[in-house]
C-alpha cells in the first residue's frame, strides 16, 4: 500500500507539480517567518502576542504544505480518472 501510494506520487502529473512546488516554497517562506519571529521574541520577550504570532503562522505553514500536497495528490487522480 506504502509503495502504491509512493508510485501514485512519483507519477503526478508536470504542471500538477509545478504548482505543488510553489506551494511548498510559499508554505516554506510562511515558516521562516515565524522562525523569525519566534526569535524576536526570545531575544526580547515583551510581549506573548510575538510568541503566540510565531506559533500561529508555524501552523499556518504546516497546515498549506499539506494541503498543498493533499490537494495536488487529489486533483491529479481526478484528473486521470476523467480521461
Known amino acids: ?3 502504491k501510494f509512493i508510485d501514485n506520487v512519483k507519477n503526478i502529473e508536470k504542471d500538477i507539480l509545478k504548482i505543488m512546488i510553489s506551494g511548498f516554497r510559499f508554505s516554506f ?3 521562516i517567518i515565524s522562525c523569525i519571529v519566534s526569535l524576536l521574541y526570545i531575544l526580547n520577550p515583551i510581549s506573548h ?3 503566540d504570532s510565531g506559533i500561529i503562522l ?3 505553514g504546516l ?4 494541503m498543498f500536497f493533499v490537494c495536488a495528490f487529489a486533483i491529479d487522480n481526478i484528473k486521470k480518472q476523467m480521461v
Open 58 to 60: 508555524f501552523k499556518t
Open 1 to 3: 500500500m506504502i509503495k
Open 49 to 51: 502576542i510575538l510568541y
Open 29 to 31: 517562506v510562511i515558516c
Open 63 to 66: 497546515t498549506f504544505a499539506a
